[in-house]
């Protein structure tokens, strides 16, 4: 299964249209928050099934704070990512996770791409289409392979700034 892992386009889908159609074929589009406003814009758009959280600027919308995911037999966790403090650390993050029996979390807020594992628990953060924070700040997504009975497999993917 294809997992095309996204966050923070805070409402301009341009970056997550083209990223869309570069990964087209897809079989499900997971947003970790901050669409303001585009939710039902991006289900719309997406030939898979989606699933959207609420991000700390998404007042409008009604989403979920987060979602507990089975994907070919690996329980997520998604979420945004502010109610944890992930701006700080990710230790919250791990026990929310831990607490919900998931072996990953992917979450969004700091805009930057960031795979890490503590204690057989992966915390995958896509960064942002709209406006990365990373060094380089090149928007940034992520592909993730799930497939049953073998861990998951990640991969960061960059768009050109001038795309």
Do not use: W
């Amino acid at each position: 299964m294809k997992i095309l892992l996204v966050s923070d386009t805070h409402g301009n889908d341009r970056h997550l249209e083209e990223a869309i159609l570069k990964e087209y074929p897809y079989d499900y589009l997971i947003h970790c928050g901050d669409v303001e406003g585009s939710a039902d814009y991006i289900e719309e758009i997406s030939d898979a099934p989606t699933t959207i959280v609420a991000g700390n600027m998404d007042y409008y919308d009604d989403l979920p704070k987060e979602e507990v995911l089975k994907l070919q037999g690996h329980r997520i966790l998604v979420t945004h990512g502010h109610l944890y403090s992930v701006s700080s650390y990710l230790g919250e993050l791990y026990s929310a996770a831990r607490r919900r029996h998931c072996e990953a979390v992917f979450f969004g807020h700091t805009h930057q791409p960031t795979i890490d594992e503590q204690d057989g628990i992966l915390a995958v953060n896509p960064g942002s289409l709209t406006l990365p924070r990373q060094p380089g700040r090149k928007p940034s997504y992520m592909v993730i392979e799930a497939v049953i009975d073998r861990p998951l497999e990640i991969e960061t993917k960059y768009l050109s700034k001038n795309e």
